[in-house]
């Protein structure tokens, strides 16, 4: 143990000692002297690990704070105050919340509500229910979060509830009624309520979290009221540092730079975000830099610092391929935990299934032989038994069927994670769009603006598919008579001639598709009409395009045309070109066949799919 630590220390101390409250190895090397002189056979040790691990879970250094939670693991039995034991894994159950890793978040916070019920500890449901109420809000699980808020709120109508109990559950009262019902008044009464309660109780955490709700409101309320808004900003600053809080204390330094930024102060946000990035660089908080590095690029480019702007928009980017990683990693293991749980509970009722079989056949066996001696104690027996059989099956049928709920919560949390995959992929894919933007508004030539315009066009095509994915919430197919409905505006405002009226007629309304054909579709679909804009005809004043599209028994099927030139005319498209070579590719992805037709009249190509 004492060799683990070293070298936990080793790995965990760097940068000045203006860093140290940050890194958080100010708390290991404590931790460390401490264990020194402790019998590490006791509870004391348990102890030291799980006030370590509180501190750093508080400060925000999440990985340290996990690693001494488990260490901490290994002495529990020997604490005998089940109510020690209940405050560290309230603790680690917070910080798991923030981490992303709800089914073991949910898993303590109702293992410690259970202990608090079976005590008739009304301070602490109260304080626990209000603790579920932000998980669920953090899940955007709104009837969940009434549920818990409005069973803490009916406790203190009927008990008499300590004040720093019924601080938390206010705070979070204020929280609910920012975000869900966006009712200002009722969010300032209720975090004032919070705050004055956290006052009386000496609760800094939460005057601090009271304060930054009312920086906040009032910040939306009237943005150029600074002084209100920053009086309670640096307020929930200074409770923020006295409770050690760093990672909260740099979402208001954020809080602060947005203010800046809306008030076109650029110079001011650069400062306080500065600070900010530091520190989260330093504890490597992915999520946090995630949106810091976007506002920091926005506020620079304000200021015409657009190579630095640029620099930031890349670190977001990579910042959030990072978190999407991260994140997915966390929900496949607790999507894979719950499966092998499920897995390993029906092989236990399979065993158990198997035994009693094997025992009723040795029992008739033995009743075979006995036949004649024993017909009447066989028939009482017999009734016995089935009996204990119908009651047993229907105790294994209650099981099953609670197997069977699990496994929909499981596959419900993969449709979760299916989504949250497209909406960090069209996120990314959107940033990937403002970085060749900004390089397109940086070029001076034609030729490669267009050629940044184009490649744009097409990322921006490939984001809309898993926005589209994103924003459905029963299938996993794209709708195409809605994409091309907002894909067509959006190129023709990107490239078409002003002279130039642009008709379309789309008939679609059969054809959806999943991913993995509607990416490719989409792209050739992109192709089609940037030719047809780009080489519209300037003697015509109207450009027509007619799309058609719908299943089949097997495959699908699309026709294109346009009224532009076509290929004969004196300005053909060129067949060698790489948009046309791009739909010869994408179309044998689909396994499909191209058929193209050009006249004077116009161009009109088929692709069918089987």
């Not at 260490?71 to 034991?85: A, M, P, V, W």
């Not at 080489?535 to 599209?549: N, R, V």
Request: proline share 1%; hydrophobic share 40%; net charge negative.
């Amino acid at each position: 143990m004492k060799s683990f630590l070293i070298l936990f220390l080793m790995v965990s101390i760097s940068g000045s000692n203006e860093q140290e409250i940050q890194n958080g190895e100010d708390v290991l090397i404590q931790l460390s002297i401490e264990l020194q002189k402790l019998d590490k056979n006791s509870e004391y040790t348990f102890r030291a690990y799980a006030n370590a691990g509180k501190e750093l879970a508080n400060r925000g250094n999440y990985t340290l704070a996990d690693s001494l939670f488990t260490l901490g693991e290994r002495y529990e039995k020997y604490e005998l105050d089940s109510s020690l034991i209940m405050g560290y894994k309230s603790s680690r159950a917070f910080m798991r919340k923030v981490q992303g890793r709800y089914r073991e978040s949910l898993e303590e916070y109702l293992e410690v509500r259970s202990y608090y019920i079976n005590k008739k500890d009304v301070n602490q449901i109260t304080l626990i229910d209000s603790y579920l109420a932000e998980f669920y809000r953090a899940q955007g699980n709104k009837a969940q979060t009434e549920k818990y808020l409005y069973d803490a709120l009916n406790y203190t109508k009927v008990h008499d509830i300590d004040s720093r109990s019924r601080a938390y559950l206010y705070s979070r009262l204020a929280s609910y009624q920012s975000e869900y019902l966006a009712d200002i008044d009722s969010t300032i009464y209720y975090a004032n309520l919070a705050l004055d309660l956290a006052i009386e109780s000496g609760w800094s955490y939460v005057a601090a979290l009271s304060q930054n709700e009312l920086g906040f409101i009032y910040l939306n309320k009237n943005a150029r009221d600074t002084t209100t808004t920053f009086r309670y900003y640096r307020a929930a600053i200074d409770n923020f540092l006295n409770e050690n809080r760093i990672r909260d204390y740099i979402s208001v330094l954020d809080n602060m730079a947005r203010n800046y930024s809306i008030l076109n102060q650029p110079a001011q946000a650069v400062i306080l975000l500065e600070e900010a990035i530091g520190i989260a660089e330093i504890n490597n908080w992915q999520t946090f830099l995630d949106d810091s590095y976007l506002l920091m690029a926005s506020v620079q480019s304000a200021l015409g610092n657009h190579q630095t702007s640029k620099a930031y928009y890349e670190k977001a980017y990579y910042t959030m391929a990072s978190t999407m990683d991260d994140q997915h990693a966390i929900e496949v293991s607790e999507l894979t935990a719950t499966y092998e749980k499920n897995i390993a509970e029906q092989e236990l009722i399979e065993a158990e299934v198997r035994a009693e079989e094997n025992e009723k056949a040795l029992i008739i066996s033995v009743l075979i032989t006995l036949f004649s001696f024993l017909i009447a104690g066989l028939g009482l027996f017999l009734f016995l038994r089935f009996r204990l059989k119908n009651r047993k099956l229907n105790e294994q049928q209650q099981i099953i069927e609670e197997t069977n709920v699990e496994l929909k919560t499981a596959l419900d949390e993969k449709d979760v994670l299916f989504k949250e995959l497209n909406h960090r992929v069209k996120n990314n894919l959107t940033v990937l769009s403002g970085l060749v933007f900004l390089q397109e508004a940086n070029e001076t030539e034609d030729g490669p603006k267009q050629t940044m315009a184009t490649l744009r066009n097409r990322i921006q095509a490939m984001a809309m598919v898993h926005e589209k994915l994103y924003s459905i919430t029963t299938a996993k197919e794209i709708a195409f008579q809605d994409y091309l409905e907002e894909l067509i505006p959006a190129l023709i405002q990107s490239l078409s001639k002003q002279s130039i009226d642009v008709q379309t007629d789309i008939d679609c309304q059969g054809l959806t598709l999943p991913i993995d054909e509607a990416v490719p579709l989409a792209l050739i679909f992109n192709e089609w009409i940037t030719n047809s804009l780009k080489y519209a005809s300037q003697d015509s004043k109207t450009l027509s395009i007619q799309i058609t599209g719908n299943k089949r028994e097997s495959g699908f099927f699309v026709i294109y045309a346009d009224n532009g030139p076509g290929l004969d005319h004196k300005k053909p498209i060129n067949p060698q070109s790489m948009g046309l070579k791009l739909i010869d590719m994408l179309v044998k992805q689909l396994n499909g066949e191209i058929e193209q037709n050009s006249s004077d009249k116009g161009l009109k190509f088929e692709v069918t799919v089987s």
